[in-house]
C-alpha cells in the first residue's frame, strides 16, 4: 500500500512516516504542496491514499483535493490540520477530502482512519490474495504454499519481501523489470540503484527456496523476472 504525505512540518511528518512504515505502507514523504501535485499529476494511481495538511507552502491541501477531484481521481484523502472550527471541516469534505483529522492527533488514530477510508475505498485491501498454490496472508505477513499432495507450508516474510512477492504475484507469468519493481516498491527519493532490487530479489528467493517453493521466479538476464506458474498450479 503507497501513500502520499504531504506535510511540511518536519518532526509530525518524520513521525507519521516511521509509523506508517512499521505498519507496511509504503510511504513517499514532501513537504510542499507543488512536489504534491507533481507526484499526484503522474501517479496517482499508484497510491492507495493520500495524507494532506491542510496549510502547506505553494499548493495548499485543500487545493490538492480539488485538483485531484477535478480529475476525477477517487484517491481517498485524510486531511491534517489546526484548523476546528466546524465551517473549516465542511470547506475540507466539499473540496473532496474523504475525512478530517485535528492536529494535534494520536498515531493511533490516524492508523485507524487510514484503515478506515481503506475499508471504503474501491482500491480496498484484501486480507487474502491466492495465486496458482501461493497464498498472500496480508495479517500475518506471511505466505502460504500449498504442493500437490495438499501439504501447506507458511513463509514468514519482512515487509520488503512481502511486496516484492505481492507484486510478482499480481503479475504472474509477466516479465517484471527491475525498472518497474523499483519505481512501484521503493520511494521516489530513494536512490535509484538497481542493485537494492537485486538483493532484496536474491533475499526472498532464498527463503522461497529453503522453504521449499523451489525456483518459482526465474532470472532473465538484462530484462528483468517472472514469476512461473505451472499450469497445474494456476
Ligand atoms: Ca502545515
Redesign the pocket.
Known sequence: MRVLLV???PDLGAAIKRTLTQQKYLVDWVLDGNDAWAYLENQWTQYTLAIF?????GIS?LELCKKLRSRESPLPVLM???KDRMEDKVTGLDAGADDYLVKPFGMAELLARLRALQRRSPQFQPQELTVGNLTLDYGNNMVVSQNNTGKKQEICLTNKEFQLLEYFMKHPNQIVTTEQIRNQLWEVSAEPISNVVAAQMRLLRRKLTNNGCGNMIETLHGTGYRLNLTDESK
Open positions: 506535510e511540511d512540518e495538511d491542510w496549510m502547506l507552502p491541501g491534517l490540520t489546526a
